[in-house]
C-alpha cells in the first residue's frame, strides 16, 4: 500500500477529523478563558489585593545596566498563568460531566424493541405448530 494511499486513509477517518475539530476548538475554547481570567476575574482579585497587577510582581536579581535589560523572577506571570490554567481545568470538567451525564441519559434511556413483522408472527406459529404435532 503506497504512502499517499495510507494517508488518505487515516486522514478520511472520523477519528483524525474530530480530533482536529478539537484541536482547533479547544485553541479557541482556551482563548475565550484567558480573556474571561484577564479581564473579568483578575481585576476583582486585583483590587481585592490591594490593586495588584499580578503580571507586574516580579523579583529583581539584577537591576538593567546599559544596554543589558534588567533580570527578574516574574513570579506574578506564573501566579496568573496558575489563575489561568485553574479555570480553564474547571470549565473542561464541567464540560465532561455534562457529556457524561448525557451519555449516561442515552445508555438509561429502555431500547424500544419493534414489534415483530408479519413473516416473524407466521413462522413463530408455524414453528408451534410443528412443536404441538410431534
Given at each position: ?15 483524525a ?23 473579568v ?12 497587577d ?5 523579583i ?26 485553574t479555570?480553564i ?23 424500544v424493541?419493534p ?9 413463530t ?10
Open positions: 500500500m503506497g504512502m499517499l494511499k495510507e494517508f488518505k486513509e487515516f486522514a478520511i477517518k472520523g477519528n477529523i474530530d480530533m482536529a475539530v478539537g484541536i482547533i476548538i479547544g485553541a479557541a475554547f482556551g482563548k475565550v478563558i484567558s480573556s474571561l481570567v484577564a479581564d476575574f483578575m481585576p476583582p482579585i486585583g483590587m481585592l489585593v490591594g490593586g495588584v499580578f503580571t507586574d510582581l516580579a529583581p536579581l539584577k537591576e538593567a545596566t546599559g544596554d543589558a535589560p534588567a533580570v527578574t523572577i516574574n513570579y506574578g506571570n506564573f501566579i496568573q498563568t496558575l489563575v489561568d490554567f479555570i481545568a474547571f470549565a473542561i470538567f464541567m464540560v465532561v460531566k455534562l457529556i457524561n451525564r448525557l451519555k449516561r441519559k442515552e445508555a438509561a434511556a429502555p431500547a424493541i414489534e415483530p413483522s408479519r413473516e416473524e408472527l407466521l413462522l406459529e408455524i414453528r408451534d405448530l410443528l412443536k404441538e404435532r410431534k
